[in-house]
């Protein structure tokens, strides 16, 4: 397993999209948590605690587009230029190549994350200065580690997409549907269904984990999260199945 892990890591390194990918993650969850939280001290708006870690958190969901992006490619790049008849030659055993993919990317991917997250915090807070909150305030370090936590699980779906869709441009068009449009398209769901819905729809329930205060009725922050967890085996799930199943 030691030689596949090597294999995958010099592969993923090796590829330039990783590097813009990972980048551009940290650039959008740095660059929207300043963004915002200037504007807000500009408009001289009063900020509590719950919007400060908003403000400076709120590339998030630009940071897990990108992320689940380049999990998408980890696995549909090979189907697109035929490496992955050269791989599964190299590793016949399919389940133990796609756990070693998932073992990398989710290293690479949480590393990267953890980073962006704490970056797109300190700084935001900086910006707001003394109307901002500290890591040790309650719920805080919880939440901005959620975000990083939040924004590889999102890789790791998109990779799951991947290896199920096995094409680049549809695999990533399914990660921004059920990551960023059908997600918000839920709050226009009736009745107590729709809101059921709603709050167990995949980043609708892994977000819980990036706030400090949870409404009544909603998931909390780590069910919520295990919720996400769970969509995201199921894709898994189904992309080793098929794995098994298809030709490459």
Known sequence: MTGVLRSEWTKLRSVRSTLWTLLAAVALMVG???LLTAVS???GEEVGPADALMFSLS??????????SLGVLVISGEYRTGMIRTTLLAVPGRLRMLTAKVAVFTAVALTVSLVASFAAFLVGQAVLGDAGIALGDPGVLRAVTGSALLITASGIFGLALGALIRHTPGAIVAVIALVFVLPQMTNMLPGGWGAAVRDHFTTNAGDQITHIEIMDGQLGPWAGFGVYCAWVAVALVAAAVLLRRRDA
Do not use: E, M, R
């Open 32 to 34: 929207f948590g300043v």
């Open 41 to 43: 001290g500009d408009l």
């Open 59 to 68: 590339g998030s969901p630009f940071a897990s587009l990108a992320v689940a």
